[in-house]
């Protein structure tokens, strides 16, 4: 079946530094590929989606690319803020529309 | 407008006994979720109903766990004779069928604690 892989964790970065959280899947067929993020207290969230390859998913400074020859979707922050603190879940969506989650990973930065 | 919801916030029951919970997605929409999150874990699929369509229940861990979806709209998820390791976080989630985004829109989950 279906399964994503991401970076485990804890990330705890300093400010500003750069953040890539790595995501591999396996998947038949094309499926679509998202990020979401869970902050602290709050709801899962949509972050990003990439419904085909070479799309890049974009929102709040974080980008992520869909990458089928790779079977990636890395997410990568340039410059991060002590606001991204959450936890991050890598996803895919398959034909069929049944959804995939990784284990998440938490990210932590400090001022 | 209105998110998705979820009831009860919190559930405490003891081993041995059945609970429902229950999901009121975002109206119009026509695909709904289940899944569970344990503690440091990430989302586990459980179940998933689309329009008409006979769901896909392929995630259910058991025959103890049970979904059904009245109307299209109301979602119950029934777990019976509950077992301590049926402790988790149970989320559903829906999504507008044929917007393209196939987002997923998340309630605040409910907290069931098995004694």
Same mark, same amino acid.
């Given at each position: 079946?279906?399964?994503?892989?991401?970076?485990?964790?804890?990330?705890?970065?300093?400010?500003?530094?750069?953040?890539?959280?790595?995501?591999?899947?396996?998947?038949?067929?094309?499926?679509?590929?998202?990020?979401?993020?869970?902050?602290?207290?709050?709801?899962?969230?949509?972050?990003?989606?990439?419904?085909?390859?070479?799309?890049?998913?974009?929102?709040?400074?974080?980008?992520?690319?869909?990458?089928?020859?790779?079977?990636?979707?890395?997410?990568?922050?340039?410059?991060?803020?002590?606001?991204?603190?959450?936890?991050?879940?890598?996803?895919?969506?398959?034909?069929?529309?049944?959804?995939?989650?990784?284990?998440?990973?938490?990210?932590?930065?400090?001022? | 407008?209105?998110?998705?919801? +979820?009831?009860?916030?919190?559930?405490? =029951?003891?081993?041995?006994?059945?609970?429902?919970?229950?999901?009121?997605?975002?109206?119009?929409? =026509?695909? %709904?979720?289940?899944?569970? +999150?344990? %503690?440091?874990?990430?989302?586990?699929? %459980?179940?998933?109903? +689309?329009?008409?369509?006979?769901?896909?229940?392929?995630? %259910?861990?058991?025959?103890?766990?049970?979904?059904?979806?009245?109307?299209?709209?109301?979602?119950?998820? =029934?777990?019976?004779?509950?077992? +301590?390791?049926?402790?988790?976080?149970?989320?559903?989630?829906?999504?507008?069928?044929?917007?393209?985004?196939?987002?997923?829109?998340?309630?605040?989950?409910?907290?069931? =604690?098995?004694?």
């Amino acid at each position: 079946g279906d399964s994503v892989t991401q970076m485990e964790g804890p990330v705890t970065l300093s400010e500003e530094a750069f953040l890539t959280i790595n995501c591999t899947y396996t998947a038949t067929g094309y499926p679509s590929l998202f990020w979401y993020v869970q902050y602290p207290g709050e709801g899962l969230q949509l972050l990003l989606k990439a419904t085909k390859a070479d799309d890049k998913g974009s929102n709040k400074g974080f980008e992520a690319t869909y990458r089928k020859e790779t079977t990636s979707f890395h997410l990568e922050k340039g410059s991060v803020q002590v606001s991204d603190s959450a936890v991050y879940f890598c996803a895919l969506r398959d034909n069929a529309g049944k959804s995939t989650f990784g284990d998440g990973t938490t990210l932590t930065v400090k001022p | 407008g209105a998110g998705v919801s +979820q009831s009860p916030s919190n559930k405490v =029951t003891e081993k041995g006994k059945d609970v429902e919970l229950r999901c009121d997605p975002i109206s119009g929409h =026509t695909a %709904l979720y289940w899944y569970r +999150q344990s %503690l440091g874990q990430g989302l586990e699929f %459980l179940i998933y109903f +689309q329009g008409n369509s006979a769901p896909d229940k392929s995630g %259910l861990p058991s025959d103890r766990f049970s979904a059904e979806r009245t109307g299209g709209s109301v979602s119950t998820l =029934t777990i019976q004779r509950t077992q +301590q390791e049926d402790s988790a976080v149970y989320l559903c989630a829906s999504i507008l069928q044929g917007s393209g985004t196939y987002e997923q829109y998340f309630g605040p989950g409910t907290r069931l =604690t098995v004694t």
